[in-house]
């Protein structure tokens, strides 16, 4: 079983983050709070919550040298927590949104976040020494509609968007003071804050959860029409996979190695995703324990009900009794997944990661175990 | 500039409709020699034109494509033999079917649609729906 640990911690989550040592998980339980559970003797007990938003809180990123814990909500403002002693001490951003805020990430070396809003711009956040506060740096132009994921490359200046208008697109960040400009590095000579890398219009439909790979070279998102796209060589020419499955669309993912990618959404249960020798991606297969499907309308899945009554109008007679109760058999999480972390042990080989749902509970994978995927990590 | 672009399209029109109607002459002779899974296939080939202003070629592929549609008698057996690129071509075809409203059209436009599911799964009818570029 690739799933070691699972925790329901409320009714719903809409995400969760981790401390650097991986002993306290910081959520939102759907409200306006951010509770953080710690691991104290196999139990898990709240130490803390965070009560500074006045709506749902939609992104958490907790920074994993520097310590801090970032939260964006939909009342279009942020915080900025620093751990003072016993207690969490936040600091207002001020973003100048007039639109939700839906999402954030700490860059790579801590030094910004970025914030992907309703108001179809994203912002990006720097700290400035002589003023003790964060300055916010809007990039306006772009988008056409709300963003509703960002991703920063490993060079701490590129971040990737996806929006609800179908788009992937990479920006530049570089801002004077806080990045040190590379000498010929060759990747981005365009070192122009907000400026427009390369759009990437590979879906009809609205976008989320974009992800670059551990070394940069691959982007991955997903579309709201069951596919997820794989791009390499970002820049005028890039090379784009379009990956088609047959299963309800994904919300979010994650790069647990170069050549393999776990994709999480609609149908409660990890997809893993992985690129061969000649860098084709495909559909491995599910990671949680699934019921083989039937054919029919005695499928184990939760539509089956439905579409059961639905085929049963053109066969006059046919019998519904024999149709099985809608809850989806051995599934770990038992409804949408929205958020995924990466949770690598520092030195460790194995490779772990959580989900948390609208479920309420947060799950922890274990790859270790699952043979037919060593090969990918 | 516009006027330009009105004009080119309409000329395009003729042919398209030829187009149209020559592959409608191909599935009906296909139909005739029991040749059921090749007319499919010829049905399923490209999208009729995009444009606003020519619906109408999208009604006359769609005539084509429904007597290729309705000439099945066995749907799993067209299915275990379809290319699995044109999935998600024959689910769009099959809801235009089911929006018809005619007892016979839906009753098949149904069946194939509850085999299609079955073969090409849930994300299958999701790509029909999302997908406002191609259109049929």
Known sequence: ?377 | MAEAKKSMGFDNVEDILTKIENKSLKIESLIKQYKFIEAIKTALEGYPPQDERCKHLQSANWIGVHKALMAIKDVEGMLRSLDPQYYDILMKYAYRGLSSGNRTTCDQCLKIHEKLTEKAGFGCILRSLVDTVNTV
């Open chain 1, 1 to 377: 079983m690739a799933a070691v640990a699972v925790h329901q911690f409320a009714q719903c989550i809409t995400c969760h983050a981790w401390s650097p040592d991986h002993s306290m998980v910081a959520f939102c339980p759907n409200n306006n709070e951010v509770h953080i559970y710690k691991l104290v003797n196999d139990k898990w007990e709240k130490v803390h919550v965070l009560q500074k938003h006045d709506q749902i809180v939609s992104g958490i990123d907790w920074s994993g040298k520097s310590n801090r814990i970032v939260s964006v909500s939909h009342d279009r403002n942020s915080y900025v927590w620093n751990r003072e002693g016993p207690e969490w001490v936040p600091t207002l951003v001020i973003l100048r949104l007039n639109r939700a805020a839906l999402c954030v990430r700490w860059s790579p070396k801590e030094n910004k976040f970025a914030v992907g809003s309703g108001a179809k711009t994203v912002c990006v956040c720097y700290y400035e020494q002589e003023n003790n506060w964060w300055v916010s740096k809007v990039i306006r132009k772009k988008h056409d509609s709300s963003v509703t994921s960002v991703a920063w490359h490993p060079n701490n200046i590129l971040l990737a968007t996806t929006s609800t208008d179908g788009k992937c697109r990479v920006f530049s960040t570089f801002i004077k003071g806080v990045d040190t400009r590379e000498s010929k590095t060759g990747s981005s000579s365009d070192p122009k804050f907000g400026e427009q890398i390369v759009q990437l219009d590979l879906s009809s439909s609205w976008a989320f959860g974009v992800k670059w790979s551990p070394s940069g070279n691959t982007l991955a998102y997903v579309g709201h029409n069951s596919m997820i796209y794989f791009v390499d060589d970002i820049g005028p020419s890039p090379l784009a996979q379009n990956v088609a499955f047959r299963n309800l669309p994904l919300r979010d993912v994650l790069f647990v190695s170069e050549k393999m990618v776990i994709g999480v959404g609609f149908d409660c249960n990890p997809m893993v995703f992985a690129a061969d020798k000649s860098g084709l991606w495909s559909f491995i297969r599910f990671l949680g324990e699934r019921k083989e499907s039937l054919s029919g309308p005695k499928s184990g899945s939760q539509f089956s009900e439905a579409f059961g009554k639905l085929y049963a109008q053109a066969k006059h007679g046919l019998s519904n009794d024999t149709v099985e109760p809608s809850k989806i058999q051995g599934a770990v999480h038992d409804n949408c997944i929205n958020c995924i972390a990466l949770l690598n042990k520092k030195g460790s080989q194995t490779k772990r990661f959580s989900t948390s749902g609208m479920d309420g509970k947060v799950v922890i994978w274990d790859l270790g175990n699952q043979q037919d995927l060593k090969e990918y990590l």
